[in-house]
């Protein structure tokens, strides 16, 4: 037989071939993410979403304090879940959104009274949007302006907004009106179908895309 070593201790190629293994245990554990952790993540994204929309769609044009108070609470779990950084400068902002909840009292008026019942939000790539509300009975209302990303917010989930006109369509007559304001919003969750901001009159959009 073929004695290495009749030591009782580790000869120096046990120690070479054990400190090797160590090491490269230590770095894999580190460069793999825990695929169990990742599942289960998006499991929770995906729950929470559920339950952020059941809420809204339960609520649509109803802004009671118990109402946002759950709805700022899946707001919360959810930003933290948020997979899109720079929310701001991402191009899943840029298209139709169709809203699903809104804290805004101008918004709802339409929506509590029967005037609309879908309402959408462009953001285009040519930084302009629109806000249109059809009329259930014809006609619709609308506003549109220019936006910008915030570069001086260190998280780029800011945009600015500038109104530039407003339009009331009501079938038979067209009255157009002056700028009527301008303001933020910061995108604090966003993915291929669902957006979330919060802006500058402490109001909050929920939106998903137009499929």
């Given at each position: 037989?073929?004695?290495?070593s009749?030591?009782?201790?580790?000869?120096?190629?046990?120690?070479?071939l054990?400190?090797?293994?160590?090491?490269?245990?230590?770095?894999?554990?580190?460069?793999?993410p825990?695929?169990?952790?990742?599942?289960?993540?998006?499991?929770?994204?995906?729950?929470?979403?559920?339950?952020?929309?059941?809420?809204?769609?339960?609520?649509?044009g109803?802004?009671?304090?118990?109402?946002?108070?759950?709805i700022?609470?899946?707001?919360?779990?959810?930003?933290?879940?948020?997979?899109?950084s720079?929310?701001?400068?991402?191009?899943?902002l840029?298209?139709?959104?169709?809203l699903?909840?809104?804290?805004?009292?101008?918004?709802?008026?339409?929506?509590?009274?029967?005037?609309?019942?879908r309402i959408?939000?462009?953001?285009?790539?040519?930084?302009?949007?629109?806000?249109?509300?059809?009329?259930?009975?014809?006609?619709?209302?609308?506003?549109?302006?220019?936006?910008?990303?915030d570069?001086?917010k260190?998280?780029?989930?800011?945009?600015?907004?500038?109104?530039?006109?407003?339009?009331?369509?009501?079938?038979w007559?067209?009255?157009?009106?002056?700028?009527?304001?301008?303001?933020?919003?910061?995108?604090?969750?966003?993915?291929?179908?669902?957006?979330?901001?919060?802006?500058?009159?402490?109001?909050?959009?929920i939106?998903?895309?137009?499929?």
């Open positions: 037989s073929i004695c290495i009749s030591s009782p201790q580790s000869a120096p190629w046990q120690n070479f054990s400190s090797i293994i160590s090491t490269s245990s230590t770095n894999n554990s580190n460069s793999f825990n695929p169990f952790a990742t599942d289960t993540k998006q499991r929770r994204r995906q729950d929470l979403k559920q339950q952020l929309l059941n809420e809204c769609q339960q609520n649509l109803v802004n009671s304090p118990q109402v946002r108070l759950r700022e609470a899946l707001i919360g779990e959810l930003r933290d879940l948020n997979p899109t720079e929310t701001a400068l991402s191009p899943l840029r298209k139709i959104w169709v699903e909840w809104t804290s805004e009292k101008e918004i709802n008026f339409f929506l509590e009274k029967g005037i609309s019942d959408t939000q462009t953001l285009s790539f040519d930084n302009i949007l629109e806000n249109n509300i059809p009329f259930v009975k014809g006609g619709s209302f609308g506003v549109s302006g220019n936006i910008s990303p570069l001086n260190d998280d780029y989930l800011r945009t600015n907004f500038k109104f530039i006109n407003a339009k009331l369509d009501l079938g007559i067209n009255f157009n009106f002056p700028p009527i304001g301008e303001g933020w919003f910061d995108t604090v969750y966003l993915d291929d179908e669902l957006r979330i901001d919060t802006n500058s009159r402490d109001d909050i959009l939106c998903t895309a137009e499929k």
